[in-house]
């Protein structure tokens, strides 16, 4: 069966190559490959590359990838997902990216809020890390809101469009985690 | 591709198959297992893998893993290495061990220096970076007599005989390399 994450103003669920349109639409402006491995410029052939490719990463069960729908319109705004889940060591990464149009709503907030659920609740995970490009602010305040800790700024670790970026690296527990909502 | 690093008591030097012996030796003591990926418990087999392994690895050009051969007896007593070498990113992790019988006599940081030295210069990297599973002071404070800065600690990145281990996270730039 599906996966199928239910908030408020959004739900998370897999996509599929119907999503292709509205993925490219909110995934092709230059902000959103600013500070994220999201290629630029953005065609319609990256998001089928993409829908296809999560296919067989999910096979391999490194990854759980979901759409962020939004509830009123059907449209796939940005994508969430938790990557390198170590099972041995009962953790993994998140990641994520939210159309520039969508952004100050809470909806970023709420869909890592439905994950972290999912990871800590279904998955029996004791640790999500996650990690942000300084100086990608907007990032890191959302972390710091959903509960994770800043735990380490790895310096020059990451080479992106012709520069060396700082890596800041969050970390948030399981007894960190605050069912209650976002 | 041979490497050989020529330290005063000992040289780095790229394993070859006939180290299984010794590296099987050294690293079965679970003294180095016990905040080191080295598994526990380590089989003979597991020497000869990790020499193989390594081998498909530098050619690839992701990893440069080093015996550390005492001149005096021509002994492998310990293994550093740059792994994860990043091309894009010119970034390497480095990691080591050391037999126990060798503790303490400055061993592992000559081998330290020399390969760090060997990344920056002849590799050209422009980071390199070590963690260390806490409570292995022994390990972080060699780091920091080396010159690596402290940059944080993730929490409960590893299970380990029953337990959660934070790593603590230590890097050098090129820049700081003296």
């Known amino acids: 069966m599906d996966l199928r994450l239910e908030g408020k103003q959004i739900v998370l669920r897999p996509v599929h190559r119907s999503d292709a349109g509205s993925i490219c ?26 829908i296809k490719g999560v296919r067989r990463w999910e096979r391999q069960k490194q990854v759980v990838l979901l759409g ?36 100050g709503r809470g909806i970023m907030s709420e869909a890592l809020h439905l994950m972290l659920d999912y990871a800590f609740r279904e998955m029996k995970l004791v640790r999500v890390s996650a990690k942000v490009f300084h100086p990608n602010t907007a990032s890191a305040m959302l972390l710091e809101k959903a509960g994770f ?34 | 591709m041979k490497v050989v690093l020529e330290g005063k008591r000992f040289r780095l030097r790229t394993l070859v198959r006939a180290d299984a012996d010794t590296v099987y030796k050294y690293a079965k003591d679970p003294a180095i297992s ?9 089989p003979k087999k597991c020497a000869y893998d990790f020499i193989r392994r390594n081998h498909i690895k530098a050619r690839k050009g992701l990893n440069i893993v080093l015996g550390i051969e005492l001149k005096e007896t021509g002994e492998i007593i310990g293994l550093v290495g740059l792994e994860q070498i990043n091309k ?21 940081c000559e081998a330290v220096r020399l390969t760090v030295k060997y990344g920056f210069r002849k ?46 996270r230590y890097g050098m730039l090129r820049e700081e390399f003296i």
Not at chain 1, 25 to 48: S, W
Not at chain 2, 34 to 41: G, I, L, S
């Open chain 1, 25 to 50: 639409a909110n995934a092709k402006d230059r902000e959103i490959g600013r500070f994220t491995h999201v290629p630029h410029p953005y065609q319609i052939k990256n998001a089928y590359d993409f």
């Open chain 1, 68 to 103: 962020i729908e939004n509830r009123e319109t059907g449209e796939i705004v940005g994508i969430i997902n938790l990557f390198h889940i170590d099972r041995k060591n009962r953790r993994a990464e998140v990641g994520y990216w939210l159309g520039k149009k969508h952004w």
């Open chain 1, 149 to 182: 800790k800043l735990e380490a700024r790895l310096r020059k670790i990451a080479f992106h469009h012709r520069h060396w970026y700082d890596d800041l690296c969050y970390g948030i527990l399981r007894e960190e985690f605050r069912r209650g909502g976002v």
């Open chain 2, 34 to 42: 016990r905040y080191t990926f080295v598994p526990r418990p380590y």
């Open chain 2, 88 to 108: 894009r990113s010119k970034n390497a992790e480095l990691g080591y061990w050391l037999a126990k019988k060798y503790w303490g006599n400055g061993y592992i």
């Open chain 2, 123 to 168: 590799m050209k990297l422009v980071r390199i970076y070590a963690r260390v599973m806490h409570p292995n002071i022994a390990s972080a404070r060699l780091l920091e007599k080396v010159g690596f800065t402290y940059e944080g600690r993730m929490r409960k990145v590893t299970f380990k005989n029953g337990r959660w281990l934070d790593d603590l």
